[in-house]
T-cell receptor
């Protein structure tokens, strides 16, 4: 069965510092991987996805993620965090056989001024 | 394109009442998904529908919950005889291809 894990419930970072949100996956075959962000009382917004091609994927709001097949990871990164990046971040994996996204438990990011 | 529209945004029901949550997918999207988010938790898959068909309902509770996506009109998630444990945010997503999801803003159900 496909699954995705986000090992950190919360990440705290100072504004201007690099931000990393970790995600590992377990799926047979080639994974389709996604990152979404959720602001308070809002729905999920798409940030970026990896389907195939370059391992470094660039997305919205200055975020990027690196697909690492050997480590089965898809960590989300931002070189310089903003206070407005404080939100809940979800990693997700899609498998065609199931035809649905499976989400990790989420990581709350708090960027302090 | 107005995006995925969910209504109502907030819904309060007394225990034992019925809750109806509506989701209008984006134009051209034939895949609809419902997810539930309990407070301080992640999103749990409930059901996947295409027009007039339930494709995967493996995440739906066996009793009291049902979903439909009729040929005309929005998708409906129906919860009968609600209990306090049903209080959650319910999100709908639609997709043209099965994985390019667009989410709605959710319906926050409170059972009192």
């Amino acid at each position: 069965a496909q699954s995705v894990a986000q090992p950190e419930d919360q990440v705290n970072v100072a504004e201007g510092n690099p931000l990393t949100v970790k995600c590992t996956y377990s799926v047979s075959g080639n994974p389709y991987l996604f990152w979404y962000v959720q602001y308070p009382n809002r729905g999920l917004q798409f940030l970026l996805k990896y389907i195939t091609g370059d391992n470094l994927v660039k997305g919205s709001y200055g975020f990027e993620a690196e697909f690492n097949k050997s480590q089965t990871s898809f960590h989300l990164k931002k070189p310089s965090a903003l206070v407005s990046d404080s939100a809940l971040y979800f990693c997700a994996v899609y498998k065609a056989a199931g035809n649905k996204l499976t989400f990790g438990g989420g990581t709350r990011v708090l960027v302090k001024p | 394109n107005a995006g995925v529209m969910q209504n109502p945004r907030h819904l309060v029901r007394r225990r034992g009442q019925e809750a109806r949550l509506r989701c209008s997918p984006m134009k051209g999207h034939s895949h609809v998904y419902w997810y539930r988010q309990l407070p301080e938790e992640g999103l749990k898959f409930m059901v996947y529908l295409q027009k007039e068909n339930i494709i995967d309902e493996s995440g739906m509770p066996k009793e009291r919950f049902s979903a439909e996506f009729p040929k005309e009109g929005p998708s409906i998630l129906r919860i009968q005889q609600v209990v306090r444990g049903d209080s959650a945010a319910y999100f709908c997503a639609s997709s043209p291809d099965g994985y390019g999801y667009t989410f709605g803003s959710g319906t926050r159900l409170t059972v009192v």
